[in-house]
């Protein structure tokens, strides 16, 4: 048999090595970073979301934290004729991408916002549900800026908040200071949401454990509205405790 020299045979187990780290690396966060750069519309999330927050024409639905305003764009079409998506960024260059974007898709139903750190500056009682998609970690001041968000929820509205659990490595990531207590890491836990969001008046309805990409959504109601008002829970769908469902709850029929 031929003798392979070891110089040779250490290249072929380091090859070998780097193989399998970047097979393990493409199976594992492959699917997760494809799901946070796709579109939404193409990750079927959009259609997701507008069946749990009822995105249908003629309502009035927010994004907070839009960041490059797809989403936004991909909810506003489902509000035609006659709803309107306001969708709030704190970052002024992404405010202007947004503009930019609603124009050149024609989306004449988008209100571009600037957000405050601790303010949704969304006009009171306005909406019917607002969304937000991996900023609620971002935000230092949580009290706050729920009790502004309760206040453009109007009564019996829905909150739908998407968000991560810290992962690991993320003790090597700070959270935003003064949330210490409640969080650990980059990310923020589901309950830790909903507890925070009960504080400003929310009533947590569900949680989707797995919405995608290593995502949560926590849906939460504001109290009030017509349904509160005559004593009535909608019965097409469970009234919920705080319980865990799985991601395709919103398009079931
Ligand atoms: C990780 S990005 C997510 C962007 C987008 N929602 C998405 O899913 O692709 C977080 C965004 O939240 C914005 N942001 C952070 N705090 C905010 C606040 N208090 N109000 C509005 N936007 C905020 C940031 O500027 C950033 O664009």
Redesign the pocket.
């Known amino acids: 048999m031929k003798k392979v020299p070891g110089g040779r045979r250490r290249w072929v187990a380091l090859i070998v090595l780097a193989a399998a780290v970047v097979a393990w690396a493409v199976l594992s966060y492959g699917p997760v970073v494809a799901f946070?750069l796709l579109p939404p519309t193409l990750t079927g999330e959009a259609d997701r979301l507008a069946a749990l927050i009822g995105a249908e024409p003629g309502r009035t639905i927010a994004?907070?934290?839009?960041?490059?305003g797809?989403?936004s764009i991909a909810i506003a079409r489902r509000l035609e004729p006659g709803g309107t998506l306001y969708s709030?960024?704190?970052?002024p260059a992404?405010l202007r991408r947004i503009q930019r974007r609603a124009e050149r898709e024609r989306a004449g139903n988008v209100i571009v916002v600037a957000?405050?750190?601790?303010?949704?500056n969304l006009p009171e009682a306005c909406c019917d549900a607002v969304f937000?998609?991996?900023?609620y970690h971002?935000?230092a001041d949580t009290a706050a800026?729920n009790r502004s968000l309760r206040r453009a929820v109007k009564p019996g509205g829905l909150v739908a908040v998407?968000d991560f659990p810290p992962r690991s490595f993320a003790h090597l990531d700070r959270p935003p200071a003064g949330t210490e207590g409640e969080r650990n890491g980059h990310g923020v836990s589901a309950r830790t949401v909903a507890r925070e969001m009960e504080r400003a008046g929310f009533v947590a309805e569900r949680i989707v454990e797995d919405w995608g990409g290593r995502t949560y959504l926590v849906l939460l109601r504001a109290p009030g509205g017509p349904a509160e008002e005559s004593g009535h829970q909608p019965t097409e769908r469970p009234a919920f405790a705080l319980r865990a469902c799985p991601s395709d709850w919103g398009t079931r029929s």
Do not use: P, Q
Not at 132 to 135: A, H, S
């Open positions: 946070h994004e907070i934290g839009a960041g490059d797809a989403f709030t960024e704190l970052d992404l957000a405050g750190e601790a303010s949704t937000m998609r991996n900023v971002h935000i800026f998407i």
